[in-house]
Antibody, heavy 118, light 110 residues
Framework: DVNLMESGGGLVQPGGSLRLSCAAS????????MTWVRQAPGKGLEWVGR??????????AHAAPVKGRFTISRDDSKNMLYLQMDSLRTEDTAVYYC?????????WGQGTLVSVSS | QSALTQPPSASGSPGQSITISCTGT?????????VSWYQQHPGKAPKLMIY???QRPSGVPDRFSGSKSGNTASLTVSGLQAEDEADYYC??????????FGGGTKLTVL
């Protein structure tokens, strides 16, 4: 079974930074395209961005609301996915999910809560 | 890209069938067969129920089915069961590496 475990969430002030991590197991991580999805409290799902496998270029794409502030990266040697979040805003408050796939998100982590507040 | 349009709520009695719609545009649902449906129970992570319009992952009951016509995709749940009560979200590839979600539909089993 695929297991995805996010960490790194917490309370941060507006303008601050946070790095989320996602430890992956049960899949061939090197070949996996990975995606971050977030969900604001009481709201729906929102695509944050994705990163391709290294063999497909290892390129990241980010949603318009986070472009230039968030960066997705990966370390295949550690089976880890990352989301670097800078210049955080109150509207970034959400549960952040690490998922496997790019259009068909077949496996999800349990999510980590990021709260942006002064 | 705007979010896909879903009805906020839907309901049905046990044993009945219900269909949830997901309306996009010719730039997303209408062009690509990368339409998925996710089920989310309160406090839990979403679960993939349908992918590529009508494909079911292993382990998903065949009571769940998907289809698409033009710019609208649909999820049908047949033989409703109490455990089907949850939020359902559709998603579609929208080109240029972008994935968009619907606003979600709360399904109530009466």
């Amino acid at each position: 079974d695929v297991n995805l475990m996010e960490s790194g969430g917490g309370l941060v002030q507006p303008g601050g930074s946070l790095r989320l991590s996602c430890a992956a197991s049960g899949l061939t991580f090197t070949n996996a395209w990975m995606t971050w999805v977030r969900q604001a409290p009481g709201k729906g799902l929102e695509w944050v961005g994705r990163i391709t496998s290294k063999s497909d270029g290892g390129t990241a794409a980010h949603a318009a609301p986070v472009k230039g502030r968030f960066t997705i990266s990966r370390d295949d040697s550690k089976n880890m996915l990352y989301l670097q979040m800078d210049s955080l805003r109150t509207e970034d408050t959400a549960v952040y999910y690490c998922t496997a796939g790019w259009a068909n998100l077949h496996s999800w982590g349990q999510g980590t809560l990021v709260s942006v507040s002064s | 890209q705007s979010a896909l349009t879903q009805p906020p709520s839907a309901s049905g009695s046990p044993g009945q069938s219900i269909t949830i719609s997901c309306t996009g545009t010719s730039s997303d649902v209408g062009t690509y067969n990368w339409v998925s449906w996710y089920q989310q129970h309160p406090g839990k992570a979403p679960k993939l129920m349908i992918y590529e319009v009508s494909q079911r992952p292993s382990g998903v009951p065949d009571r769940f089915s998907g289809s698409k016509s033009g710019n609208t995709a649909s999820l049908t749940v047949s033989g409703l069961q109490a455990e089907d009560e949850a939020d359902y979200y559709c998603s579609s590839y929208a080109g240029s590496s972008i994935l968009i979600f619907g606003g979600g539909t709360k399904l109530t089993v009466l």
